[in-house]
């Protein structure tokens, strides 16, 4: 399985065996950081939007054993793309404020726009005769079918607010839905979506591909399990676990609204001193709550000698606490 993934603060392109559970990366580009990685067709070699740290963004070809790269299609901004032979690519090209399907032909140099205003997510029917996408309207986003041997489109289903999904070999459709993994049969005469399964620490599903027998999907962690995590890093004074936990913008307050630490470098120099001069710091969790993105913590916190009780309002924004209230 080939897909991006962020090590020092650099995304690159990540390789990862299933069956011998091992990952290895094939790109390492300082100047920029690599999306949408794919396997380019009747080749060991990998193609994949870069975004350079001067806002160029492109595609770029990268040879597996000398991590060299060259670009695809010059001068053109690609969102995400489809390989449908060695030569022709389905692409999102940026125009503007939107993107527009287009199909390009690298032996030939043709371009032509299928669709204006459409989604990320370009994937293959089980049957590899058509692509669907996605369509965006101020209705909803709407799922569409594309035939690769004339280029017409037509709608399958109407999606919602739902824009990542993949196809199962049973021609179904699955996406995510909150905690949820959904399927349906687009084709049928009545489409009825029921919950294929569910996840207690898993919240806003969204990228998926499907295998021969396995799924895989882009989550986040629960708000109930990042407060816990840094619950844990907070009673090992694990002091880069526990602001691991928090966003770069995080700001604590005292109830109901007085501010107290602004920034991130302020909270770790406080939680550092904290650690440091607290050798029995230990909170023992007494009651919790979750609604929605907040955690309502209450607390029996000892600290060097004495025992007292807190509340913490904690809420969680992409997997990241941002927000802490404290009421004493």
Same mark, same amino acid.
């Given at each position: 399985?080939?897909?991006?993934?962020?090590?020092?603060?650099?995304?690159?392109?990540?390789?990862?065996?299933?069956?011998?559970?091992?990952?290895?990366?094939?790109?390492?580009?300082?100047?920029?950081?690599?999306?949408?990685?794919?396997?380019?067709?009747?080749?060991?070699?990998?193609?994949? &939007?870069?975004?350079?740290?001067?806002?160029?963004?492109?595609?770029?070809?990268?040879?597996? $054993?000398?991590?060299?790269?060259? $670009?695809?299609?010059?001068?053109?901004?690609?969102?995400?793309?489809?390989?449908?032979?060695?030569? *022709?690519?389905?692409?999102?090209?940026?125009?503007?404020? *939107?993107?527009?399907?287009? =199909?390009?032909?690298? $032996?030939?140099?043709?371009?032509?726009?299928?669709?204006?205003?459409?989604?990320?997510?370009?994937?293959?029917?089980?049957?590899?005769?058509? &692509?669907?996408?996605?369509? *965006?309207?101020?209705?909803?986003?709407?799922?569409?079918?594309?035939?690769?041997?004339?280029?017409?489109?037509?709608?399958?289903?109407?999606?919602?607010? &739902?824009?990542?999904?993949?196809? =199962?070999?049973?021609?179904?459709?699955?996406?995510?839905?909150?905690?949820?993994?959904?399927?349906?049969?687009?084709?049928?005469?009545?489409?009825?979506?029921?919950?294929?399964a569910s996840f207690k620490d898993v919240v806003n599903i969204s990228r998926i591909a499907v295998g021969t027998d396995y799924v895989a999907f882009v989550g986040e962690p629960s708000p109930e399990v990042v407060v816990q995590a840094q619950l844990d890093a907070y009673n090992r004074k694990d002091l880069e676990a526990f602001m691991d936990t928090y966003s770069d913008d995080i700001k604590l307050y005292t109830f109901p609204d007085q501010l107290s630490v602004g920034n991130r470098e302020q909270m770790w120099k406080d939680y550092k001193g904290y650690f440091d001069r607290t050798p029995d710091?230990?909170?023992?969790?007494?009651?919790?709550? &979750?609604?929605?993105?907040?955690?309502?913590?209450?607390?029996?916190?000892?600290?060097?000698?004495?025992?007292?009780?807190?509340?913490?309002?904690? $809420?969680?924004?992409?997997?990241?606490?941002?927000?802490?209230?404290?009421?004493?």
């Amino acid at each position: 399985m080939v897909f991006a993934s962020t090590r020092n603060g650099q995304t690159d392109i990540a390789v990862y065996d299933i069956k011998a559970e091992s990952l290895v990366w094939a790109s390492n580009t300082p100047g920029g950081s690599e999306y949408s990685p794919q396997r380019m067709p009747g080749s060991k070699n990998y193609s994949a &939007v870069r975004l350079d740290t001067t806002g160029l963004q492109m595609l770029y070809a990268y040879e597996t $054993e000398t991590g060299k790269y060259t $670009e695809l299609l010059p001068d053109v901004k690609v969102g995400y793309y489809l390989w449908l032979d060695t030569n *022709r690519l389905l692409t999102t090209v940026l125009v503007d404020n *939107r993107m527009d399907l287009v =199909l390009f032909n690298r $032996e030939t140099m043709e371009e032509r726009v299928l669709h204006k205003n459409v989604g990320r997510c370009l994937q293959f029917l089980p049957d590899r005769k058509s &692509v669907s996408y996605v369509a *965006r309207s101020q209705s909803g986003n709407e799922l569409y079918s594309l035939d690769l041997k004339n280029f017409n489109a037509k709608p399958l289903y109407p999606l919602g607010t &739902v824009e990542d999904y993949a196809w =199962l070999p049973t021609k179904e459709l699955v996406y995510g839905s909150g905690k949820k993994l959904i399927r349906l049969n687009p084709f049928a005469n009545a489409p009825k979506a029921r919950t294929w399964a569910s996840f207690k620490d898993v919240v806003n599903i969204s990228r998926i591909a499907v295998g021969t027998d396995y799924v895989a999907f882009v989550g986040e962690p629960s708000p109930e399990v990042v407060v816990q995590a840094q619950l844990d890093a907070y009673n090992r004074k694990d002091l880069e676990a526990f602001m691991d936990t928090y966003s770069d913008d995080i700001k604590l307050y005292t109830f109901p609204d007085q501010l107290s630490v602004g920034n991130r470098e302020q909270m770790w120099k406080d939680y550092k001193g904290y650690f440091d001069r607290t050798p029995d710091l230990h909170a023992k969790l007494v009651n919790r709550m &979750v609604l929605g993105n907040k955690v309502i913590d209450q607390e029996e916190v000892t600290a060097n000698g004495r025992t007292f009780e807190a509340v913490a309002i904690y $809420e969680v924004r992409n997997g990241k606490i941002y927000k802490v209230t404290f009421l004493r």
